[in-house]
């Protein structure tokens, strides 16, 4: 479960489990809890398990830490996104959101509240910097 949690590289975050992989630049390193980067044209703070040697770097969201919200309605640490695929799969709803650079990511939501949103609708989908790790291309 560390390794699910906290994946030190591309390899690991992929292979272990679901995750989405964002193409990201560094923008700003304060040691490995204070990461800002950008993904989309938007800043996000996150977290490294290594030291990164190079700008170029990919975020790991996994889809059940993710939260969906309705665009312009996030508390921050945020990206737009357009929801592009619903699927509906019994005790969860995945969503396929497409970001303003063309880059996509899977967002599960869980329990009832899940199927709230529409294909083609705007969403803001928040991110816990706790939860999110940024590892070397």
């Known amino acids: 479960s560390n390794i699910y949690a906290n994946p030190r590289t591309l390899f690991a975050a992929d292979f272990i489990g679901s995750a989405n992989l964002l193409a990201a630049r560094v923008l700003e390193q304060a040691g490995n809890d204070g990461i800002r980067v950008l993904v989309a044209g ?36 945020c990206l737009a996104g357009q929801v592009r695929r619903k699927q509906y799969l019994g005790n969860r709803t995945s969503y396929r959101i497409e970001l303003a650079d063309a880059q996509q990511l899977n967002v599960d939501r869980f329990g009832s509240d899940g199927d709230g949103f529409h294909e083609g609708q705007p969403v803001s989908l ?9 590892v070397a291309q």
């Not at 398990?49 to 993710?66: F, G």
């Not at 928040?126 to 940024?134: C, H, I, K």
């Open 42 to 77: 938007q800043p996000l703070q996150a977290r490294a398990e290594a030291a990164l040697p190079q700008p170029d770097v990919h975020l790991v969201a996994r889809p059940e830490s993710i939260r969906l919200r309705p665009a312009g309605q996030s508390l921050g640490n």
């Open 126 to 134: 928040e991110f816990d910097p706790a939860q999110l790790r940024v």
